[in-house]
């Protein structure tokens, strides 16, 4: 079965960067768009990130475009979030999550991604 385990996590003081890994098994990694989302305590899940199928297109969230970069790497099964100049309101748990039919457009919808990791906790403080 799909798996998508998340790493990279952890505690950085603002404007610091951080990068996320998304690692993938058990299908054809290729046959699905990626995105991040991320939840806040107390908050709910938000889209954050996308990317298409071969990596070319892109979308992100207006909370962090121009901060963060994601990308992939479809021979390593791995997709990546880059964070860079963090800020204490992007504290929370990060996950990836792929989707079978969002393959070369996106979609900002927890319910168009088919698989999900567990999440990584990042931290910013100020």
């Known amino acids: 079965q799909v798996q998508l385990v998340e790493s990279g996590g952890g505690s950085v003081q603002a404007e610091n960067s951080l990068t996320l890994s998304c690692t993938h098994s058990g299908g054809t990694f290729s046959d699905y768009g990626m995105g991040w989302f991320r939840q806040a305590p107390g908050k709910e899940r938000e889209f954050v990130a996308a990317?298409?199928?071969?990596?070319?297109?892109?979308w992100y969230s207006n909370s962090v475009k121009g901060r963060f970069t994601i990308s992939r790497d479809n021979p390593k099964n791995t997709a990546y979030l880059q964070m860079n100049s963090l800020k204490p309101e992007d504290t929370a748990v990060y996950f990836c999550a792929a989707s079978t039919r969002y393959w070369n457009t996106y979609s900002a919808e927890e319910r168009d991604y088919d698989f999900w990791g567990r999440g990584t906790q990042v931290t910013v403080s100020s």
């Open positions: 990317i298409s199928w071969s990596g070319v297109r892109t």
